[in-house]
Protein backbone atom coordinates (compact mmCIF):
# COMPACT_ATOMS: atom_id res chain seq x y z
CA UNK A 1 0.00 0.00 0.00
CA UNK A 2 1.34 2.90 -1.04
CA UNK A 3 0.56 6.30 1.16
CA UNK A 4 1.70 9.88 -0.34
CA UNK A 5 3.81 12.35 1.60
CA UNK A 6 2.46 15.75 0.66
CA UNK A 7 4.71 18.59 0.62
CA UNK A 8 3.05 21.94 2.27
CA UNK A 9 3.73 25.41 1.03
CA UNK A 10 2.94 28.18 3.59
CA UNK A 11 4.62 31.30 4.40
CA UNK A 12 4.95 30.62 8.07
CA UNK A 13 7.10 27.80 7.43
CA UNK A 14 9.10 29.37 4.87
CA UNK A 15 9.83 31.77 7.22
CA UNK A 16 11.49 29.70 9.58
CA UNK A 17 12.88 27.31 7.64
CA UNK A 18 10.90 24.49 8.24
CA UNK A 19 9.70 21.83 5.73
CA UNK A 20 6.45 20.27 6.29
CA UNK A 21 4.74 16.77 5.21
CA UNK A 22 1.52 15.24 5.31
CA UNK A 23 1.22 11.47 5.31
CA UNK A 24 -2.08 11.05 3.79
CA UNK A 25 -3.40 8.07 5.50
CA UNK A 26 -6.85 10.05 5.45
CA UNK A 27 -6.88 8.78 1.27
CA UNK A 28 -6.59 4.55 2.56
CA UNK A 29 -9.94 4.58 2.38
CA UNK A 30 -13.28 6.46 2.64
CA UNK A 31 -14.95 4.80 5.32
CA UNK A 32 -11.74 2.77 7.22
CA UNK A 33 -9.56 5.29 6.95
CA UNK A 34 -6.02 6.66 8.64
CA UNK A 35 -5.19 4.89 12.43
CA UNK A 36 -8.59 3.28 11.80
CA UNK A 37 -7.43 0.91 9.45
CA UNK A 38 -4.12 0.13 10.96
CA UNK A 39 -5.75 -0.77 14.02
CA UNK A 40 -8.36 -2.96 12.57
CA UNK A 41 -6.14 -4.45 10.23
CA UNK A 42 -4.53 -7.24 12.54
CA UNK A 43 -7.43 -7.15 14.86
CA UNK A 44 -9.70 -8.68 11.84
CA UNK A 45 -7.15 -11.28 10.73
CA UNK A 46 -6.78 -12.46 14.77
CA UNK A 47 -10.84 -12.19 15.19
CA UNK A 48 -11.48 -14.50 12.34
CA UNK A 49 -8.48 -17.21 13.16
CA UNK A 50 -10.01 -17.27 16.57
CA UNK A 51 -13.39 -18.22 14.71
CA UNK A 52 -15.19 -15.26 16.33
CA UNK A 53 -18.01 -14.28 13.77
CA UNK A 54 -19.12 -10.97 15.97
CA UNK A 55 -17.05 -8.22 16.89
CA UNK A 56 -18.20 -5.57 20.31
CA UNK A 57 -16.84 -2.22 20.46
CA UNK A 58 -17.56 0.99 22.33
CA UNK A 59 -17.34 4.86 21.31
CA UNK A 60 -19.66 7.97 21.39
CA UNK A 61 -21.89 9.40 19.14
CA UNK A 62 -19.56 10.67 16.69
CA UNK A 63 -16.99 7.75 16.76
CA UNK A 64 -14.49 7.41 14.11
CA UNK A 65 -14.03 4.17 15.56
CA UNK A 66 -17.50 2.67 15.17
CA UNK A 67 -18.07 3.63 11.77
CA UNK A 68 -15.04 1.76 10.46
CA UNK A 69 -15.69 -1.37 12.76
CA UNK A 70 -18.87 -1.27 11.12
CA UNK A 71 -18.23 -1.26 7.63
CA UNK A 72 -15.21 -3.42 7.90
CA UNK A 73 -17.20 -6.17 9.99
CA UNK A 74 -19.58 -5.79 6.63
CA UNK A 75 -16.98 -6.44 4.37
CA UNK A 76 -15.26 -9.15 6.35
CA UNK A 77 -18.41 -11.34 7.02
CA UNK A 78 -18.47 -10.12 11.19
CA UNK A 79 -21.81 -8.68 13.51
CA UNK A 80 -20.61 -5.99 14.79
CA UNK A 81 -22.37 -4.46 18.18
CA UNK A 82 -21.98 -0.85 19.62
CA UNK A 83 -22.43 0.25 22.84
CA UNK A 84 -22.90 3.92 22.53
CA UNK A 85 -22.69 6.39 25.24
CA UNK A 86 -25.45 8.09 25.86
CA UNK A 87 -28.39 6.35 26.63
CA UNK A 88 -30.57 9.65 25.16
CA UNK A 89 -29.17 8.69 21.74
CA UNK A 90 -31.86 5.70 21.39
CA UNK A 91 -34.65 8.17 20.42
CA UNK A 92 -32.44 10.26 18.13
CA UNK A 93 -29.30 8.26 16.77
CA UNK A 94 -31.18 8.09 13.25
CA UNK A 95 -30.05 12.27 13.26
CA UNK A 96 -26.72 11.49 13.80
CA UNK A 97 -24.89 10.83 10.83
CA UNK A 98 -21.98 8.70 12.32
CA UNK A 99 -25.04 5.83 13.88
CA UNK A 100 -26.68 6.21 10.62
CA UNK A 101 -23.86 5.06 8.83
CA UNK A 102 -22.69 2.39 11.68
CA UNK A 103 -25.82 1.03 11.36
CA UNK A 104 -26.67 1.19 7.71
CA UNK A 105 -23.42 -1.28 7.21
CA UNK A 106 -25.16 -3.57 9.79
CA UNK A 107 -24.33 -2.47 12.97
CA UNK A 108 -26.40 -3.44 16.26
CA UNK A 109 -26.21 -0.66 18.98
CA UNK A 110 -27.17 -0.91 23.02
CA UNK A 111 -27.53 2.19 24.44
CA UNK A 112 -26.26 2.76 28.04
CA UNK A 113 -25.70 5.49 30.47
CA UNK A 114 -22.47 7.48 30.96
CA UNK A 115 -22.05 5.73 34.65
CA UNK A 116 -22.39 2.62 32.86
CA UNK A 117 -20.53 3.49 30.00
CA UNK A 118 -17.44 4.41 32.48
CA UNK A 119 -17.15 0.60 33.16
CA UNK A 120 -17.43 -0.99 30.03
CA UNK A 121 -14.26 -2.85 30.83
CA UNK A 122 -15.00 -4.32 33.93
CA UNK A 123 -15.26 -8.00 34.16
CA UNK A 124 -18.88 -7.71 35.54
CA UNK A 125 -20.01 -5.26 32.79
CA UNK A 126 -18.74 -7.12 29.75
CA UNK A 127 -20.09 -10.59 31.22
CA UNK A 128 -23.47 -9.01 31.04
CA UNK A 129 -22.76 -8.00 27.25
CA UNK A 130 -21.95 -11.90 26.41
CA UNK A 131 -24.77 -13.16 28.20
CA UNK A 132 -27.07 -10.67 26.11
CA UNK A 133 -25.25 -10.90 23.08
CA UNK A 134 -23.07 -14.24 23.31
CA UNK A 135 -19.65 -14.57 22.07
CA UNK A 136 -18.01 -11.74 20.51
CA UNK A 137 -14.68 -10.49 19.85
CA UNK A 138 -13.49 -7.25 21.97
CA UNK A 139 -12.43 -4.40 20.47
CA UNK A 140 -11.87 -1.85 22.92
CA UNK A 141 -12.94 1.90 22.99
CA UNK A 142 -11.10 3.31 20.21
CA UNK A 143 -9.92 0.18 19.09
CA UNK A 144 -6.28 -0.08 20.89
CA UNK A 145 -4.55 -2.84 21.47
CA UNK A 146 -1.41 -4.87 21.14
CA UNK A 147 -3.23 -6.01 17.34
CA UNK A 148 -3.54 -2.21 16.79
CA UNK A 149 -0.33 -0.97 18.01
CA UNK A 150 1.34 -4.09 15.18
CA UNK A 151 -0.81 -2.02 12.87
CA UNK A 152 0.30 1.42 13.89
CA UNK A 153 3.78 0.38 13.05
CA UNK A 154 3.47 0.43 9.58
CA UNK A 155 2.12 3.68 9.16
CA UNK A 156 6.06 4.19 8.97
CA UNK A 157 8.37 3.37 5.98
CA UNK A 158 11.80 3.48 4.35
CA UNK A 159 11.05 6.70 2.79
CA UNK A 160 10.03 8.49 6.05
CA UNK A 161 13.58 8.21 7.46
CA UNK A 162 14.80 11.60 6.14
CA UNK A 163 12.44 13.12 8.53
CA UNK A 164 13.85 14.31 12.08
CA UNK A 165 10.45 15.20 13.54
CA UNK A 166 7.04 13.18 13.33
CA UNK A 167 3.33 14.25 14.44
CA UNK A 168 0.20 13.02 15.23
CA UNK A 169 -2.98 12.89 17.07
CA UNK A 170 -3.46 11.42 20.11
CA UNK A 171 -6.92 9.64 21.03
CA UNK A 172 -6.49 6.33 23.53
CA UNK A 173 -2.62 6.80 22.67
CA UNK A 174 -2.69 3.76 20.56
CA UNK A 175 -1.17 5.44 16.87
CA UNK A 176 1.56 7.12 18.67
CA UNK A 177 2.39 3.93 20.56
CA UNK A 178 3.09 2.69 17.06
CA UNK A 179 5.02 5.53 15.92
CA UNK A 180 7.24 5.33 18.82
CA UNK A 181 8.24 1.72 18.09
CA UNK A 182 8.58 2.31 14.72
CA UNK A 183 10.54 5.58 14.35
CA UNK A 184 14.01 5.72 14.05
CA UNK A 185 16.91 6.69 16.50
CA UNK A 186 17.10 10.26 15.79
CA UNK A 187 13.33 11.08 14.86
CA UNK A 188 11.35 12.56 18.00
CA UNK A 189 7.71 11.90 17.75
CA UNK A 190 4.94 14.89 19.04
CA UNK A 191 1.75 14.16 20.08
CA UNK A 192 -1.23 16.42 20.32
CA UNK A 193 -3.86 14.93 22.83
CA UNK A 194 -7.44 15.91 21.50
CA UNK A 195 -8.40 15.29 25.42
CA UNK A 196 -7.16 17.00 28.97
CA UNK A 197 -5.03 15.05 31.51
CA UNK A 198 -2.59 13.31 32.05
CA UNK A 199 -3.37 9.42 32.30
CA UNK A 200 -2.28 9.59 28.73
CA UNK A 201 1.34 9.28 29.68
CA UNK A 202 0.89 6.04 31.39
CA UNK A 203 -1.66 4.59 28.81
CA UNK A 204 1.23 4.99 26.27
CA UNK A 205 3.97 3.23 27.80
CA UNK A 206 1.79 0.12 28.18
CA UNK A 207 2.77 -0.22 24.61
CA UNK A 208 5.62 1.56 23.97
CA UNK A 209 9.38 1.48 26.16
CA UNK A 210 10.98 3.96 24.20
CA UNK A 211 10.92 7.18 25.17
CA UNK A 212 11.27 9.39 21.94
CA UNK A 213 7.78 10.71 22.29
CA UNK A 214 6.63 14.41 23.58
CA UNK A 215 2.91 15.37 24.27
CA UNK A 216 2.36 18.79 23.17
CA UNK A 217 -0.57 19.08 26.11
CA UNK A 218 -2.08 22.85 25.57
CA UNK A 219 -3.66 22.33 22.24
CA UNK A 220 -7.08 20.32 23.11
CA UNK A 221 -9.22 23.32 22.62
CA UNK A 222 -11.30 22.04 25.95
CA UNK A 223 -11.05 18.59 25.68
CA UNK A 224 -12.49 15.81 23.41
CA UNK A 225 -15.09 16.83 20.90
CA UNK A 226 -14.61 20.54 22.17
CA UNK A 227 -14.09 23.24 19.75
CA UNK A 228 -13.98 27.08 19.39
CA UNK A 229 -14.18 29.57 16.40
CA UNK A 230 -10.75 30.35 16.55
CA UNK A 231 -10.41 26.33 15.41
CA UNK A 232 -12.79 25.83 12.94
CA UNK A 233 -11.25 29.00 11.15
CA UNK A 234 -7.94 27.40 11.11
CA UNK A 235 -9.66 24.18 9.41
CA UNK A 236 -11.37 26.41 6.74
CA UNK A 237 -7.75 28.77 6.34
CA UNK A 238 -5.79 25.45 6.25
CA UNK A 239 -8.13 23.46 3.66
CA UNK A 240 -7.92 26.80 1.60
CA UNK A 241 -4.05 26.79 1.08
CA UNK A 242 -3.68 23.22 1.03
CA UNK A 243 -6.66 21.83 -0.17
CA UNK A 244 -6.05 19.01 2.54
CA UNK A 245 -9.00 18.64 4.88
CA UNK A 246 -8.58 18.29 8.65
CA UNK A 247 -11.06 17.18 11.08
CA UNK A 248 -11.37 19.78 14.28
CA UNK A 249 -11.93 16.94 16.72
CA UNK A 250 -7.82 15.37 16.40
CA UNK A 251 -5.75 16.38 13.31
CA UNK A 252 -7.26 20.09 13.15
CA UNK A 253 -5.78 20.31 16.87
CA UNK A 254 -2.93 18.49 15.78
CA UNK A 255 -2.19 20.99 13.15
CA UNK A 256 -2.83 24.27 14.89
CA UNK A 257 -0.43 23.08 17.48
CA UNK A 258 2.59 22.15 15.02
CA UNK A 259 2.03 25.74 13.62
CA UNK A 260 1.62 27.49 16.90
CA UNK A 261 5.25 25.69 17.43
CA UNK A 262 6.72 26.71 14.51
CA UNK A 263 5.88 30.59 15.17
CA UNK A 264 7.03 30.45 18.33
CA UNK A 265 10.41 29.11 17.01
CA UNK A 266 10.57 25.63 18.67
CA UNK A 267 11.87 24.00 15.51
CA UNK A 268 15.57 24.60 14.85
CA UNK A 269 15.82 25.89 10.81
CA UNK A 270 16.27 23.35 8.52
CA UNK A 271 14.10 20.73 10.23
CA UNK A 272 12.01 18.02 8.44
CA UNK A 273 8.71 17.85 9.81
CA UNK A 274 6.42 14.34 8.91
CA UNK A 275 2.27 14.91 10.03
CA UNK A 276 0.46 11.76 9.91
CA UNK A 277 -3.18 12.52 8.67
CA UNK A 278 -4.86 9.72 10.57
CA UNK A 279 -8.20 10.40 8.52
CA UNK A 280 -11.59 11.10 10.92
CA UNK A 281 -13.58 12.88 8.19
CA UNK A 282 -16.94 11.15 8.62
CA UNK A 283 -16.99 12.99 11.62
CA UNK A 284 -16.91 16.74 10.09
CA UNK A 285 -20.98 16.52 8.89
CA UNK A 286 -22.09 15.58 12.79
CA UNK A 287 -19.52 18.34 13.65
CA UNK A 288 -21.38 20.64 11.13
CA UNK A 289 -24.61 19.58 12.70
CA UNK A 290 -23.79 21.07 16.24
CA UNK A 291 -21.86 24.10 14.50
CA UNK A 292 -25.12 24.79 12.84
CA UNK A 293 -27.57 25.00 15.58
CA UNK A 294 -24.39 27.19 17.75
CA UNK A 295 -25.04 29.78 14.73
CA UNK A 296 -21.00 29.30 13.65
CA UNK A 297 -19.19 28.84 10.49
CA UNK A 298 -18.88 25.02 8.77
CA UNK A 299 -16.06 23.36 7.99
CA UNK A 300 -15.31 23.40 4.57
CA UNK A 301 -16.01 19.54 3.06
CA UNK A 302 -14.83 17.77 -0.45
CA UNK A 303 -18.90 18.05 -1.32
Not at 220 to 225: D, E, K, L, P, R
Not at 263 to 291: D, R, S
Request: hydrophobic share 35%.
Amino acid sequence: MFVENQSIHLPLLTKNEVSLHIKREDRIHPLISGNKYRKLKYNLINAKEKGFDTLLTFGGAYSNHIAATAYAGKVHGFGTIGIIRGEELDEKWKLNPTLKLAQEHGMQFKFVSRDTYRNKNSDFFQGQLENEFGSYYLLPEGGTNTWAIKGCEEILTIGDDDFDVLCCAVGTGGTLAGISNAARTHQQILGFPALKGDFLQEDIRKFTRRENWILQTKYHFGGYAKVSKTLVDFVNDFYRHTQILLDPIYTGKMMFGLLDMVQNKYFEPGTKILAIHTGGLQGVKGMNQWLKQKNWPLITTYD
